[in-house]
């Protein structure tokens, strides 16, 4: 609505002339343009550098990479031979992420409905509010509650999984500490809990009331409401949320190094210790890491960093793609 | 199958306030009835009362008696989904579904009471787009967006959606202000038609909509600022229009205050 | 169960409906009913086939809770209703099974945190400790984050601040619409790999070692468009009327930007900033990379080693022991609490301003 609102009446011409004079812009103003186009620039180089650097050094990375980097399942950078590869780590971190957005998004869509339209009206803007602080609550603090309070309370969870479902494979767990991909998804989940909430729940208290009164009007439950009128409005809202989520569970580094006990490993079974993310090995290995190492890590990072910027092109798509119909709504 | 609505000690409040105070009335089916008075006098509020549509605001809360027939809408046990199932409304401003199309728009009210065949469901859609006379200009476009409508079109697309489901009552919330001369003309005629076979309760702004299409007028006001609109007087428009029984109506109509 | 029945045919001769307003509804104890009998049905069920994990109980409870709401309803009151009634208990047990571990988070932290929390613990560094003792404190990693957070400030503040200006006020063109895409792609960098980057530059060719300052570095790279994103909102808040008035005085526009339009939304500006801090606060992944973490007091964070308060965390759970889990523990807590109050700060400043913005 700001937007379009902006584009609607531009910002007034930028080359004010003085009308005395004739002559261009006053030096103030000159100054200031200068000022604030040279922070965008920056901003532009920075991005450039970015990339340019990462994939500088991962050149000298990959091209003195004894393996496949791209297939090899070991993490091994030091010495005369140095051999790794990412298709561990790929694994661990779409398989985590996916877990996490399994979990969340559902969860939070139903606590962003919680919010907007089913709590008591004395509660709803009480608990936005916790929503939008929880959103906060640094990560390192939930690696330290992961590792020393949900992984303890995960393994009778998980032995039952493999009591009823062991069977399938991927919740086979062999007793021990929970420190799996699946707690890594669970944690994930929590985690981003509240970013998708709040974002969700935003979008859905922008539902313009008349739609909502055209469903009741025609009889609709709250339920039917909400699917005719609340969803329909909201699923941009609620896909870039989630997206928003899945950047952060990506890219989440320090949750995941302290809850997931690594291996080089992939393992059909979810349940058991093993496995390893882009962002957690980086982690773990970086303080073992020569010079070369460091290089390899970051040629893993800008894999991490490409994977991210597809996800966040691939959200903006989407969005762009409905905006005609969420547009219209107003 | 349109009934009568019987209106009796009706107050409805917005948390500690109260809007409208203690109203009663008798409307007979088939016939157009406007509510008239100035801004705030509660005439929107009394309309939705009659929906149970007042009690979906924040705080909303109604008081006394809706008798459509010999069913009290504030009764015990009445279900307030099929109140609105019921009574049909159409809102100030128009407000198709912006996701579905014209058809869908149409159709939405059916899909949530039940089942249709493929067939059926085309039927009811163009007889409810013919009797909002509006299946002329979207035949040919009825899986495009309700919202790429004009704005009467938008409004009649809304009244085509509100009759597809047959409803008792059709109530009508200023339902041409937001809309140019032509479009209020096209749903003026519309009213007229509709009345055969529906009861229609319709706020209006304008008094001299209210001439043109209602038989009878129920002119609302309030005493002071902050107190509770109350309904003046209600009679044939005809008599409200010439020879008004009350001061304050002649007052308004007559364009003295309001 | 209805009172009158009045099956009406509609004008084609098909699809009755049924126009009774009376529906048969559960009396309105029975949800919270249900749920204590779900509750106790998850615990006796858990208790019976030995399941050690609560975990399970508390599933077994939400999914007797919502089959039980569906079918009850569905017998009662119609299938529609039973959707309804569906729907409702599906977001109320999404909400209970969001509370719990949130809660539980907090609780956690601030049990275990307070244990060792006191003035000594705020005071004093962990200086040549063992790790293994108790004792110890994480002065030096307040000292750390402060100086770390406030150059990263002191960076991408007025850049981001005036990438905004320039977007709002100036942009228009391709220049701006580079910026606009890049800052949204800046918004989605993992922290690890802004941290990758300053290590790629300033630690592996240019050959400068570790310091607080190159954490800073990192820490304002995911700053700034988080700066730019809210000031852009902000500055778009303020109506086109304010600047066409000013600018209709003959007022120069970098003076109409400094004297009307930023005091206009400096409020919301400062609010945007702080929430910025409070997340750059919190990152553990690029100072693990550039500032390594230290045990003793380093006040210049532009030589050698700092410590960090999310870093510390991390290093003292690694210890593994029950004094440095302690440590961690009560050194979340502050961080928690730091952050709490940059937010609640925050936000206070933006209510406290938000009413002038209504009144303009």
């Given at each position: 609505?700001t937007?379009s609102?902006i584009?609607?009446?531009?910002?007034?011409?930028?080359?004010?002339r003085s009308?005395v004079?004739?002559?261009a812009?006053r030096?103030g103003d000159r100054?200031f343009?200068g000022?604030?186009?040279?922070?965008g620039i920056?901003?532009?180089?920075?991005?450039?550098?970015?990339a340019v650097?990462?994939?500088?050094?991962?050149?000298?990375a990959?091209?003195?990479?004894?393996?496949?980097f791209l297939t090899?399942f070991?993490w091994?950078?030091?010495?005369?031979?140095?051999?790794f590869g990412i298709a561990?780590?790929?694994?661990?971190?779409?398989?985590?992420?996916?877990?996490?957005?399994?979990?969340?998004v559902?969860v939070a869509?139903?606590?962003a409905?919680?919010?907007?339209?089913?709590?008591?009206r004395?509660?709803?803007?009480?608990?936005?509010?916790?929503?939008d602080?929880l959103?906060?609550?640094?990560?390192?603090?939930?690696g330290l509650?992961?590792?020393?309070f949900l992984?303890?309370?995960l393994?009778?969870?998980?032995?039952?999984?493999d009591?009823?479902l062991?069977?399938?494979?991927?919740?086979s767990?062999?007793q021990g500490?929970?420190r799996s991909?699946?707690t890594v998804g669970i944690?994930?989940?929590?985690m981003?809990l509240?970013?998708v909430?709040?974002?969700?729940r935003e979008?859905?208290?922008?539902v313009?009331?008349?739609?909502?009164?055209?469903?009741?009007?025609l009889?609709?439950t709250?339920w039917?409401?909400?699917?005719m009128s609340?969803?329909p409005?909201?699923r941009s809202?609620?896909i870039?949320a989630s997206m928003?989520g899945?950047g952060r569970a990506l890219?989440e580094?320090?949750?995941?190094a302290?809850v997931?006990?690594?291996?080089?490993?992939?393992s059909?079974?979810l349940?058991?210790p093993?496995?390893g993310?882009f962002a957690?090995?980086?982690?773990?290995?970086f303080?073992?890491a020569d010079?070369f190492?460091?290089?390899?890590?970051?040629?893993?990072?800008?894999?991490?960093?490409v994977i991210?910027l597809?996800?966040?092109g691939?959200?903006?798509l989407i969005?762009?793609r409905?905006k005609?119909?969420s547009?219209a709504a107003a | 199958?349109?009934?009568?609505i019987?209106?009796?000690?009706?107050?409805?409040?917005y948390?500690?306030?109260?809007a409208?105070?203690?109203?009663?009335?008798?409307i007979?089916?088939?016939?157009?009835t406007?509510f008239?008075g100035p801004?705030g006098c509660g005439?929107s509020?009394?309309l939705r009362?009659?929906?149970?549509?007042?009690e979906v605001t924040p705080g909303?809360r109604v008081e006394g008696?809706?008798m459509?027939?010999d069913?009290n809408?504030?009764g015990s046990?009445?279900?307030?989904?099929?109140?609105r199932?019921t009574?049909?409304m159409?809102?100030?401003?128009?407000?198709p579904?912006?996701?579905m199309s014209?058809?869908?728009?149409v159709a939405?009210?059916?899909?949530?009471n039940?089942?249709y065949?493929?067939?059926?469901?085309k039927?009811?859609?163009?007889?409810s787009?013919?009797?909002?006379?509006?299946?002329?200009?979207v035949?040919?476009?009825?899986?495009?967006p309700?919202?790429g409508?004009?704005?009467?079109?938008q409004?009649?697309l809304?009244?085509a959606?509100?009759?597809?489901?047959?409803?008792?009552v059709l109530?009508?919330?200023e339902p041409?202000s937001a809309l140019?001369?032509i479009?209020t003309l096209a749903?003026?005629?519309?009213i007229?038609?509709?009345?055969?076979?529906f009861?229609?309760?319709?706020?209006t702004?304008n008094m001299?909509?209210a001439?043109?299409?209602?038989d009878?007028t129920?002119f609302?006001n309030?005493?002071a600022?902050?107190?509770?609109?109350k309904?003046?007087e209600?009679d044939?428009?005809e008599?409200?229009f010439?020879?008004?029984?009350v001061?304050?109506t002649e007052d308004y109509?007559?364009g003295?205050?309001? | 169960?209805?009172?009158v029945t009045d099956?009406?045919?509609?004008?084609?001769?098909r699809n009755?409906?049924p126009?009774?307003?009376?529906?048969?509804?559960?009396?309105?104890?029975t949800?919270?009913v249900?749920?204590?009998v779900?509750?106790g049905?998850?615990c006796?069920i858990?208790l019976a086939?030995g399941?050690?994990s609560?975990?399970q109980?508390?599933?077994?409870?939400a999914?007797?809770f919502?089959?039980g709401?569906?079918?009850?309803?569905a017998a009662?009151e119609g299938?529609?209703?039973?959707?309804?009634?569906l729907?409702?208990?599906?977001v109320w047990?999404?909400?209970?099974?969001a509370?719990v571990?949130?809660?539980?988070?907090?609780?956690?932290?601030v049990?275990r945190?307070?244990?060792?929390?006191?003035?000594?613990?705020?005071s004093?560094s962990?200086?040549?400790?063992?790790?293994?003792?108790?004792g110890?404190?994480i002065y030096?990693?307040i000292?750390?984050?402060l100086?770390?957070?406030?150059?990263?400030?002191l960076i991408?503040a007025?850049?981001g601040?005036?990438?905004a200006i320039?977007?709002v006020e100036?942009g228009?063109?391709r220049?701006?619409?580079?910026v606009t895409?890049f800052v949204?792609?800046?918004t989605?960098?993992?922290s690890i790999?802004?941290?990758?980057?300053?290590?790629s530059?300033?630690?592996?060719?240019?050959?400068?070692g570790?310091?607080?300052?190159?954490?800073?570095?990192a820490?304002a790279?995911l700053m700034?468009?988080?700066?730019?994103r809210?000031?852009?909102?902000m500055?778009?808040?303020v109506p086109n009327?304010?600047?066409?008035?000013?600018l209709?005085?003959?007022?120069p526009k970098?003076?109409?930007i400094?004297?009307v339009?930023?005091?206009t939304?400096?409020?919301?500006i400062t609010t945007?900033?702080?929430?910025?801090?409070?997340?750059?606060?919190g990152?553990?992944?690029p100072?693990?990379l550039?500032?390594?973490?230290a045990?003793t007091i380093n006040?210049?964070p532009?030589e050698?080693?700092?410590?960090?308060?999310?870093?510390?965390?991390f290093?003292?759970w690694q210890?593994?022991?029950e004094?440095?889990y302690?440590?961690a523990?009560a050194?979340?807590?502050?961080?928690i609490?730091f952050?709490m109050?940059l937010?609640?700060?925050a936000?206070?400043?933006?209510?406290?301003?938000?009413p002038?913005?209504a009144?303009?």
């Amino acid at each position: 609505m700001t937007a379009s609102s902006i584009a609607d009446n531009p910002p007034p011409p930028q080359d004010v002339r003085s009308p005395v004079s004739g002559k261009a812009v006053r030096p103030g103003d000159r100054i200031f343009l200068g000022l604030s186009r040279g922070s965008g620039i920056a901003l532009l180089v920075i991005m450039a550098a970015i990339a340019v650097f990462l994939t500088y050094r991962s050149v000298l990375a990959i091209s003195g990479d004894k393996a496949d980097f791209l297939t090899t399942f070991d993490w091994n950078a030091t010495g005369t031979e140095p051999k790794f590869g990412i298709a561990v780590l790929a694994f661990g971190t779409v398989v985590s992420s996916v877990i996490a957005m399994l979990i969340a998004v559902p969860v939070a869509v139903g606590i962003a409905l919680f919010i907007s339209h089913y709590a008591p009206r004395r509660l709803a803007s009480p608990l936005g509010y916790v929503i939008d602080l929880l959103a906060a609550v640094p990560s390192i603090v939930y690696g330290l509650w992961g590792a020393l309070f949900l992984v303890p309370h995960l393994s009778g969870l998980y032995s039952w999984l493999d009591d009823y479902l062991g069977w399938t494979g991927i919740f086979s767990y062999s007793q021990g500490a929970a420190r799996s991909l699946f707690t890594v998804g669970i944690l994930l989940a929590i985690m981003i809990l509240p970013i998708v909430t709040s974002v969700s729940r935003e979008v859905f208290l922008q539902v313009p009331r008349m739609h909502e009164e055209a469903a009741l009007a025609l009889g609709a439950t709250r339920w039917e409401v909400i699917r005719m009128s609340v969803l329909p409005f909201g699923r941009s809202g609620v896909i870039s949320a989630s997206m928003l989520g899945l950047g952060r569970a990506l890219g989440e580094t320090m949750a995941v190094a302290t809850v997931l006990s690594p291996s080089f490993l992939i393992s059909a079974s979810l349940l058991d210790p093993g496995g390893g993310t882009f962002a957690q090995n980086i982690a773990s290995k970086f303080s073992e890491a020569d010079q070369f190492g460091q290089d390899a890590l970051i040629a893993s990072g800008l894999v991490l960093f490409v994977i991210t910027l597809l996800v966040n092109g691939a959200a903006r798509l989407i969005i762009a793609r409905r905006k005609e119909y969420s547009g219209a709504a107003a | 199958m349109a009934k009568r609505i019987d209106v009796s000690g009706l107050s409805a409040y917005y948390g500690g306030h109260k809007a409208i105070d203690d109203i009663s009335m008798t409307i007979e089916p088939r016939t157009v009835t406007a509510f008239i008075g100035p801004s705030g006098c509660g005439k929107s509020t009394f309309l939705r009362t009659l929906n149970r549509m007042h009690e979906v605001t924040p705080g909303g809360r109604v008081e006394g008696k809706v008798m459509l027939d010999d069913e009290n809408l504030y009764g015990s046990g009445v279900d307030p989904v099929a109140v609105r199932r019921t009574v049909g409304m159409v809102f100030q401003r128009p407000n198709p579904f912006p996701t579905m199309s014209i058809f869908d728009n149409v159709a939405a009210g059916l899909r949530l009471n039940g089942s249709y065949k493929k067939n059926e469901l085309k039927d009811i859609v163009e007889k409810s787009l013919k009797g909002a006379n509006l299946w002329n200009e979207v035949k040919d476009r009825l899986n495009k967006p309700g919202s790429g409508l004009s704005g009467g079109q938008q409004q009649r697309l809304c009244i085509a959606r509100a009759i597809a489901v047959e409803p008792q009552v059709l109530l009508m919330d200023e339902p041409c202000s937001a809309l140019d001369p032509i479009s209020t003309l096209a749903i003026e005629d519309l009213i007229g038609e509709l009345k055969e076979r529906f009861t229609i309760v319709i706020v209006t702004h304008n008094m001299q909509q209210a001439a043109r299409v209602s038989d009878r007028t129920a002119f609302f006001n309030l005493a002071a600022v902050g107190q509770p609109g109350k309904l003046i007087e209600i009679d044939e428009t005809e008599r409200i229009f010439s020879n008004p029984s009350v001061q304050a109506t002649e007052d308004y109509i007559s364009g003295r205050f309001g | 169960m209805s009172v009158v029945t009045d099956r009406r045919t509609v004008a084609n001769g098909r699809n009755p409906l049924p126009v009774s307003l009376k529906q048969a509804r559960l009396p309105r104890w029975t949800p919270p009913v249900l749920a204590l009998v779900a509750v106790g049905a998850g615990c006796g069920i858990g208790l019976a086939a030995g399941l050690d994990s609560t975990i399970q109980w508390g599933l077994i409870a939400a999914l007797l809770f919502i089959a039980g709401s569906f079918v009850l309803s569905a017998a009662v009151e119609g299938v529609r209703q039973a959707k309804d009634r569906l729907a409702t208990s599906l977001v109320w047990v999404a909400f209970l099974l969001a509370v719990v571990p949130l809660a539980s988070l907090l609780w956690e932290t601030v049990a275990r945190g307070s244990k060792v929390l006191d003035g000594y613990f705020l005071s004093h560094s962990m200086g040549t400790l063992p790790d293994a003792m108790p004792g110890g404190g994480i002065y030096h990693a307040i000292i750390g984050t402060l100086e770390q957070v406030g150059l990263a400030t002191l960076i991408a503040a007025p850049v981001g601040l005036l990438t905004a200006i320039y977007l709002v006020e100036y942009g228009r063109g391709r220049l701006a619409k580079a910026v606009t895409f890049f800052v949204d792609v800046m918004t989605g960098i993992p922290s690890i790999v802004a941290g990758l980057f300053v290590l790629s530059v300033w630690i592996l060719i240019l050959g400068f070692g570790p310091s607080g300052f190159a954490g800073s570095m990192a820490l304002a790279i995911l700053m700034m468009p988080v700066v730019v994103r809210s000031t852009e909102e902000m500055l778009k808040l303020v109506p086109n009327e304010l600047r066409e008035a000013s600018l209709a005085l003959g007022v120069p526009k970098w003076r109409t930007i400094l004297k009307v339009v930023l005091p206009t939304s400096i409020g919301g500006i400062t609010t945007g900033v702080m929430l910025a801090i409070a997340r750059i606060t919190g990152e553990t992944a690029p100072v693990l990379l550039l500032v390594w973490g230290a045990k003793t007091i380093n006040n210049n964070p532009f030589e050698d080693a700092q410590q960090s308060l999310p870093l510390y965390v991390f290093q003292q759970w690694q210890q593994g022991s029950e004094a440095s889990y302690d440590r961690a523990w009560a050194a979340a807590l502050v961080l928690i609490a730091f952050v709490m109050i940059l937010n609640l700060v925050a936000r206070g400043i933006a209510r406290w301003k938000a009413p002038q913005h209504a009144g303009r």
